[in-house]
């Protein structure tokens, strides 16, 4: 089906270990983004992806790494899960058109990561 | 820095009325501002974009309105419906760089029949 799908839904993990989150977006959509949500926050960035091979850190990348090889793809690793990267983690996509960025993002429905 | 204010109490009305939501910002002004609705344990979902030029911008029942002087938006919602009752997110941006995205906290509206 068309759209943003992101894995595990829910993972629970211990500290120390590593996760990765998946992204898959079948639109083609130039930009990826990763966000956490925490209760008392707004949405933030972690990292975001304007294209294939180009990546940037956002507001919280600490402790987070992300690569883009393929234009559908954007995982997010945790490489040394802390208690305090306990959070819903959302990826979206948006398009651009004619060289100008949209704005509207589209989101995938969230992981659900807890780290005991 | 730059804010995002929205209404942190919980919006309650009676179905077929107009809900009013309000989103102020502090500082510059954005270059468009945009709201979202998320559902409990689902992603947030685009709704509507207002840029700076523009005074309202409507979408079937939705209608957002921008006021630069005031710092402030509205978001309104005609004839409401318990199927509304979600969480709405308000979002300041900054012209062609949605990586620079502010998000408020989002008001939640609940719509009883």
Same mark, same amino acid.
């Given at each position: 089906?068309?759209?943003?799908?992101?894995? #595990?839904?829910?993972?629970?993990?211990? $500290?120390?270990?590593?996760? $990765?989150?998946?992204?898959?977006?079948?639109?083609?959509?130039?930009?990826?983004?990763?966000?956490?949500?925490? @209760?008392?926050?707004?949405?933030?960035?972690?990292?975001?992806?304007?294209?294939?091979?180009?990546?940037?850190?956002?507001?919280?990348?600490?402790?987070?790494?992300?690569?883009?090889?393929?234009?559908?793809?954007?995982?997010?690793?945790?490489?040394?899960?802390?208690?305090?990267?306990?959070?819903?983690?959302?990826?979206?996509?948006?398009?651009?058109?004619?060289?100008?960025?949209?704005?509207?993002?589209?989101?995938?429905?969230?992981?659900?990561? $807890?780290?005991? | 820095?730059?804010?995002?204010?929205?209404?942190?109490?919980?919006?309650?009305?009676?179905?077929?009325?107009?809900?009013?939501?309000?989103?102020?910002?502090?500082?510059?002004? #954005?270059?468009?501002?945009?709201?979202?609705?998320?559902?409990?344990?689902?992603?947030?979902?685009? @709704?509507?974009?207002?840029?700076?030029?523009?005074?309202?911008?409507?979408?079937?029942?939705?209608?957002?309105?921008?006021?630069? $002087?005031?710092?402030?938006? @509205?978001?309104?919602?005609?004839?409401?419906? #318990?199927?509304?009752?979600?969480?709405y997110l308000c979002v300041w941006g900054y012209?062609?760089?949605?990586?620079?995205?502010?998000?408020?906290?989002?008001?939640?509206?609940?719509?009883?029949?």
């Amino acid at each position: 089906d068309a759209g943003i799908t992101q894995s #595990p839904r829910y993972k629970i993990t211990e $500290t120390g270990r590593q996760v $990765t989150l998946m992204c898959h977006q079948t639109w083609s959509h130039s930009y990826m983004f990763w966000y956490r949500q925490d @209760l008392g926050h707004g949405l933030r960035l972690i990292y975001y992806s304007a294209a294939a091979d180009i990546t940037d850190k956002g507001e919280v990348p600490d402790g987070y790494v992300v690569s883009r090889s393929k234009t559908e793809n954007f995982p997010l690793t945790l490489e040394s899960a802390t208690r305090s990267q306990t959070s819903v983690y959302f990826c979206a996509s948006s398009p651009q058109t004619g060289g100008v960025n949209t704005g509207e993002l589209f989101f995938g429905e969230g992981s659900r990561l $807890t780290v005991l | 820095s730059q804010k995002i204010e929205q209404n942190s109490e919980a919006l309650n009305i009676q179905e077929g009325k107009t809900a009013t939501l309000t989103c102020n910002y502090t500082n510059y002004s #954005p270059a468009y501002l945009q709201w979202y609705r998320q559902d409990p344990g689902r992603g947030p979902v685009f @709704l509507l974009l207002i840029r700076e030029n523009e005074k309202e911008k409507r979408k079937e029942r939705l209608k957002v309105t921008f006021d630069t $002087t005031l710092k402030q938006s @509205l978001f309104h919602i005609t004839a409401s419906q #318990p199927a509304d009752s979600a969480t709405y997110l308000c979002v300041w941006g900054y012209a062609g760089n949605n990586r620079k995205l502010i998000w408020g906290l989002g008001t939640s509206l609940a719509v009883n029949p």
